[in-house]
């Protein structure tokens, strides 16, 4: 059956911004950039195997890790499709160490927008799915263009965020803080088209939790204790494809449990703040769930800097609260 009627993207963006009384559409041209740089992407995603663009880089980011070829491709992609548009101030990205300012050639504008443009790049040569996760603020500092300060923003400040998960189809999930839509590629046409609107954790959730428990001997006794728990009387299974994107998209649709947790050679664990914990949680917030360090909401954590690294406890909010709980019995 031909189906005249898709709600691509712009679409959805367009009708949204008709409600908003004093929008100028900036917002949804922003949007739109984001989506267009998921579209290249996601294509040397699908071609990696075909062309010479696997394998490491031979650099190492600022965290040591191997820069694989996707991740500086997919890094370029995430600043040309922005750094032209004149509605950003500022940009940071797991790339770079320090923030990174629009050229003086372009214009700037009011949004912020700190990106993780290739997650899960260990799973880059297994053709195992990967993500490019976004957040975005409005400026807070008074110059014409952005500076650090506009960058180190809490979550709970964030006016959009959002993935894009290369899986088995390309999806482009995100919140302006109206709920969480999800957005399907559809090759034949090259648009993303609205295949789940108004996403939400479900309730009962699945009771599975999605952790690398190789480091189980460097957990705390109450992220031992709690893991344990989960395993034998807690009824759990476990899920890890060890790619954030697709680990959290998959609970945001069945329900679970994400951890990340500190463990003594990372007391902070390993995955960032501003990139991917205060995104994934507002999304995650705007669906119902909750994202906690294991202590507090991820969304009301203040940044200190660009790449810091906090514990992570994302999905069902029944499930992040019993981590909580357990977290903190005596030791
Ligand atoms: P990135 O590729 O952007 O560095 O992110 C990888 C992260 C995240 O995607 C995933 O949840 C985590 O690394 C997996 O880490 P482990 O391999 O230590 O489990
Ligand atoms: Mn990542
Ligand atoms: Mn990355």
Known sequence: MLQSHVVTISRFLIDAERKQPHATGAFTSLLSDIALAAKVIGREVNKAGLVDILGAAGDENVHGEQVQKLDVFANQVMFRAL??????????????????????????????????????????????????????????????????????????????????????????????????????????????????????????????????????????????????????????????????????HRILLQGGLFMYPAETQNPQGKLRLLYEAAPMAMVIEQAGGRASNGIMDVMDIQPESLHQRIPLYMGSKDFVDLAEKMLAESP
Request: hydrophobic share 35%; with cysteine.
């Open 83 to 248: 750094d032209h548009t004149g509605l950003v101030a500022c940009m940071a990205s797991e790339e770079n160490e320090t923030f990174i300012p629009i050229p003086d050639k372009f214009p700037a504008g009011d949004y912020v927008v700190i990106y993780d443009p290739l997650d899960g790049s260990s799973n880059i040569d297994v053709n195992v799915s990967i993500g490019t996760i976004f957040s975005i603020h409005k400026k807070i500092t008074d110059g014409e263009r952005g500076t650090l300060a506009d960058c180190l923003q809490p979550g709970s400040r964030q006016v959009a965020a959002g993935y894009i998960l290369y899986g088995s189809s390309t999806m482009m999930v995100y919140t302006t803080g109206a709920g969480v839509h999800g957005f399907t590629l559809d090759p034949s046409i090259g648009e993303f088209v609205l295949s789940h609107p108004l996403l939400r954790f479900p309730d009962p959730p699945k009771k599975v939790y999605s952790v690398n428990e190789a480091y189980y001997a460097r957990w705390s006794r109450g992220q031992q204790r709690l893991v344990s728990h989960l395993k034998t009387d807690g009824g759990f299974g476990s899920r890890y494809i060890g790619s954030l994107v697709a680990d959290m």
